[in-house]
């Protein structure tokens, strides 16, 4: 056979993948389309949620009647939009991950499929609890320290009473005073949405640390034991994650400490039951061997002693 017979040959299943990651894309292109509509279609009640926080946090401090703004013609419309976008790959994110695991798992043995679905399932799950956590624990934390600077029972009890009957419906005056300035919140609904998000990706993605550090322990590429002698530096990283993410607010960079570390933790108890797996499965195949075990960690060790 001629050399260009072999290239035509081995040019065949290269064109079959792309023609089928082709046909992936695709599908989970029209799946992210038809979220986007199903979620602009309930935008604004997802809007309502999310700005849930900040309005309970008003309504702690003494504001009746919780108000946001938007100073420009398309911003209230192009939030919306963005929540569509956000909702729309939540929507999807099922059928973008079936279409994934489909043109990936032929190319698995069956013992890989097997080890990485549960991965698959475990990621979406994760991500939506830290979500939670965010939403419901963080995201208020940070409205109360954010908003609490300020006598906001006081100013929005001034502007309540000075509302006249000649004024149109809802417009509000700040009473004269001798001294000092009045300030007030009026919140812009696209920088207040854009503070939730902002949590909800952060701890969403945090919460992935078990999954990933799980998955790099199933391909061999982290340890229980090494994960447990850098441990100092992952709490010094976790600490300078926590100063980034949360405001400057001692109780929510603790919270975010806490909870990370704690995963950090429950990701080194997930990577030690795979490498106990992964010895139990050599001992049975009859190639595992405690004498060479003991050196690779007595190696590791003088390596990680000679690095510090």
């Not at 023609?19 to 997802?46: D, Y």
């Not at 003494?62 to 100073?71: F, H, R």
Request: hydrophobic share 50%; net charge negative; with cysteine.
């Amino acid at each position: 056979m001629s050399s260009t017979d072999d290239m035509e040959d081995s040019s065949a299943p290269l064109i079959e993948h792309l023609a089928e990651l082709r046909t992936r894309l695709i599908r989970s292109v029209l799946a992210f389309l038809v979220g986007m509509i199903l979620a602009f279609v309930i935008a604004e009640p997802t809007l309502q949620f999310l700005l849930g926080p900040i309005e309970e946090t008003l309504r702690a401090l003494g504001d009746p009647s919780p108000t946001m703004q938007y100073t420009s013609p398309q911003e209230y419309l192009f939030t919306l939009f963005r929540i569509s976008m956000v909702g729309g790959f939540v929507l999807a994110f099922p059928v973008i991950a079936f279409q994934l695991w489909r043109f990936v798992a032929p190319g698995l043995y069956k013992n890989e499929r097997g080890a990485f679905l549960p991965f698959m399932i475990a990621s979406p799950f994760m991500f939506l609890l830290g979500a939670a956590f965010a939403h419901f624990v963080v995201t208020p934390l940070a409205m109360a320290f954010f908003l609490g600077f300020t006598d906001v029972s006081s100013i929005f009890a001034n502007l309540l009473a000075s509302t006249t009957s000649e004024m149109p419906t809802g417009t509000a005056v700040v009473p004269e005073t001798d001294s000092g300035i009045k300030i007030t919140f009026f919140g812009k609904v696209n920088e207040s949405l854009d503070i939730s998000l902002k949590f909800i990706m952060a701890f969403g993605l945090c919460f992935q640390l078990p999954v990933l550090l799980t998955l790099m322990g199933k391909a061999g590429l982290v340890n229980a034991e090494g994960l447990g002698r850098v441990r100092k530096y992952a709490m010094v990283g976790i600490l300078v994650l926590a100063a980034l993410v949360t405001p400057p607010d001692v109780t929510t960079q603790l919270i975010l400490f806490v909870v990370v570390y704690g995963l950090y933790e429950v990701s080194i108890f997930l990577v030690r039951r795979v490498d106990r797996q992964r010895v139990a499965k050599l001992k049975a195949e009859g190639v595992y061997f405690e004498d060479d075990e003991e050196g690779e960690d007595e190696a590791d060790i003088a390596d990680a002693e000679s690095h510090k």
